[in-house]
């Protein structure tokens, strides 16, 4: 009876779409220098930015 589940859930993850095991189609690259420094001036800017409007609030 065991069995007979085992090869039911066995097929039944076959059949579902998009979660088929493939084995690493790529090689994760670390970031460079220059885009860590980009991510770092978008943070800064989205934190001025939001510091600016915050103030702006306040005096209004």
């Known amino acids: 009876m065991e069995s007979l589940v085992e090869t039911i859930k066995s097929k039944v993850r076959g ?11 790529y090689v994760k690259m670390d970031k460079s220098a220059s885009v860590k420094v980009e991510i770092r001036s978008r943070k800064a800017r989205k ?12 005096t209004k």
């Open 47 to 58: 934190l001025i930015d939001k510091t600016l409007r915050s103030a702006d609030k306040i």
């Open 15 to 25: 059949l579902r779409p998009g979660k088929k095991k493939v084995g690493k189609p």
